[in-house]
């Protein structure tokens, strides 16, 4: 399939905000993103999703030469996994971000296109 016959794609990065919430609330949190995510799925929404690890290192710099160790615990945010989905155009795949529950627990959800080459 080429890439014109192929669907927008847009991702959708999850940044949490720093620190865990109480078991509870987390497991309240991932009932409905269990929820939110088979719906998406059911709809054929849904081409690629993943969380991120805690860890990992930041890169600067000609060939990487400056390297850190991050993300940083202090930061505001930090992305936490992805969502890569299809979407006719950003501003459906804005609505469908607009759905996604962990943004009444905090979380921040950026919506960008994917742009092919």
């Known amino acids: 399939m080429s890439d014109a016959a192929q669907p927008p794609q847009f991702l959708l990065l999850l940044r949490h905000p720093p620190g865990r919430p109480p ?4 497991q ?4 409905k993103f269990s929820v939110w995510m088979k719906t998406l799925t059911d ?5 690629g999703t993943n969380g ?3 860890t990992g290192q930041v890169l600067r710099g000609p060939g990487g030469a400056e390297i ?5 615990p202090e ?5 936490g996994g ?3 989905i299809h979407a006719p155009d950003l501003a459906a795949a804005t609505a469908i971000a607009r759905g996604c529950p962990g943004l009444a627990y905090g979380l ?3 919506v960008r296109p994917v742009e092919r080459h």
């Open 23 to 26: 078991d509870a609330e987390l």
């Open 28 to 31: 309240e949190i991932m009932a």
């Open 43 to 47: 709809r054929g929404e849904v081409a």
């Open 52 to 54: 991120l690890g805690l």
């Open 68 to 72: 850190t160790d991050g993300p940083y």
């Open 75 to 79: 930061a505001k945010e930090i992305v």
């Open 82 to 84: 992805y969502i890569l």
């Open 108 to 110: 921040v959800v950026e």
